[in-house]
Each structure stands twice: as C-alpha cells, then as structure tokens.
C-alpha cells in the first residue's frame, strides 16, 4: 500500500484525493459533515461571515475553502472565515474587547503621538 502512494504522490489525482480526505478530516473535528460545511457554506453565499468576501488564500495551487470558526469553550461551530479573518480572531483570543479596541484606534484616524502622514 504504500508503495502505491509512493507512485502516486506529486500526481493530480493523489493531490485531489489529499484535498478531500483532509477537509473531511477537519470536518470531523467539528462534528460536521461534508454536506453541513456546504449548507453552512450556502447559508454565507460562500463568503467568509466577517468581511462577506470570497476565500483568497492559495496553497497547492487551489483556492483554499472557508475556515470553520467554532467556540473554543464549547466547541460550538459559529460559521466559517476566510484566512485573514480566522487568523485575526485568533490572534486577538477570540477578545471582543481587543477587536472593539482595535475598530476604535482605527476609527480615530491618528498616528502615535498625533503625527500627521505627510503626503507624497
């Protein structure tokens, strides 16, 4: 068997096959089925539900599909995120008060110490 796949790697076909058996691997994680990611998926028009836009991020060659987000105190699933977004949440501890703070610093339009960007 695992010469098959020896022969096999680096081809389209054993790439594909990767790609779905590690989706559903990370569905199981959630307790999701293949056809419960695609509803959710539907549900969102197949945009990320923060920014409400496609997936960009290439690996393999392939347009990655959607993150699913879940609750990490419950393990609840919440819907799914683009990249950016998934890393965003994580990188601010799932925090809404970190993520209301940083619309805030962003909203006041200022540099440190009230510097104003000169223009080119």
């Known amino acids: 068997m695992r010469m098959r796949h020896a022969k096999l790697k680096g081809t389209p076909a054993y790439d594909a096959a990767r790609y779905r058996w590690?989706?559903?691997?990370?569905?199981?994680?959630?307790?999701?089925?293949?056809e419960d990611y695609q509803r959710i998926c539907d549900s969102q028009g197949g945009l990320c539900a923060i920014c409400e836009r496609?997936?960009?991020?290439?690996?393999?060659?392939?347009?990655?599909?959607?993150?699913?987000?879940h609750h990490h105190g419950t393990g609840l699933v919440r819907g799914l995120l683009c990249d950016t977004c998934n890393n965003t949440l994580g990188?601010?501890?799932?925090?809404?008060?970190?993520?209301?703070?940083?619309?805030?610093?962003?909203?006041r339009q200022r540099l440190p110490l009230g510097l104003v960007a000169e223009e080119n």
């Open 22 to 34: 590690s989706h559903k691997t990370q569905l199981k994680k959630y307790g999701l089925t293949p």
């Open 54 to 69: 496609p997936e960009t991020k290439v690996k393999r060659g392939r347009v990655c599909r959607l993150s699913v987000d």
């Open 91 to 107: 990188t601010s501890r799932d925090s809404p008060t970190i993520l209301r703070r940083a619309a805030d610093y962003l909203e």
